[in-house]
């Protein structure tokens, strides 16, 4: 009795190692969400740069007459709602920020690759899952320091030049950029945004049968 017990308290401990990179996967991509926040922290990245995207063409010219100088500075206040929430109280987006989103990303893939049960797909993966992300929160750093800039500046001039760099880095935090020149967007660092982070993730969850 007491060793049929041990042996299952093994299985059982077995068990729950096995689910260490996996219960790590989810909280990145939920299939199951059935509510925003529950979506995981992946997608929660890609809908707050979305957000951030479209406020940027805006604050270019997109649906406001370029060099209204109000109206850059409204669309900066937004992106800056997209990018970190608490740095501004109401504006547009999910409510979570591509920041904390993007950091989140990070620090549960990496857990993921470095769990005892992880497989090689779950760390080839998870690393350029992880780079791309790493290249969006670079960008977002650089339209943030644009976006303080907008916001500091009385000159209408001075901010539909820092609009239209906003709006290049707003398409490269989901599009990436050819950093290279070869015709491709990849995962490698300075190159890929978030669309290929989902490609790689959606490899990474299909190689463990997820969703």
């Known amino acids: 009795m007491l060793m049929a017990m041990a042996a299952a308290g093994v299985l059982t401990a077995s068990a729950g190692a096995q689910e260490e990179a996996h219960a790590h996967i989810l909280r990145v ?13 992946l997608r929660q990245a890609v ?3 979305g957000t951030a995207a479209e406020y940027a063409s805006f ?3 997109g649906q406001e007459r370029p060099g209204d100088l109000w109206a ?4 900066a206040r937004n992106i800056l709602h997209a ?3 608490t740095r501004v109280e109401n504006g547009p987006g999910l409510g979570f920020g ?3 989103a993007a950091r989140k990303t990070i620090e549960h893939l990496e857990m993921a690759a470095d769990a005892s049960d992880a497989t090689d797909n779950v760390r080839t993966h998870a690393r350029h899952v992880v780079n791309c992300v790493h290249n969006t929160l670079e960008r977002a750093h650089r339209m943030l320091g644009i976006v303080e800039q907008i916001l500091a500046t009385e000159s209408a001039e001075e901010a539909d030049q820092l609009s239209d760099r906003l709006n290049t880095l707003g398409f ?8 290279n020149g070869d015709g491709r967007v990849t995962w490698h660092e300075g190159e890929c945004g978030l669309y290929i ?3 790689h993730m959606q490899l990474l969850m299909r190689g463990e049968g997820i969703g």
């Open 29 to 41: 991509v939920n299939p199951e969400a059935t509510a925003v926040e529950e979506l995981g922290f």
């Open 47 to 49: 809908g707050e740069a």
């Open 59 to 61: 604050a270019a010219g």
């Open 72 to 75: 850059m500075k409204t669309h």
């Open 83 to 85: 990018l970190d929430p």
């Open 98 to 100: 591509l920041f904390e």
């Open 172 to 179: 490269q935090l989901r599009n990436g950029v050819d950093a």
């Open 197 to 199: 982070a989902q490609e």
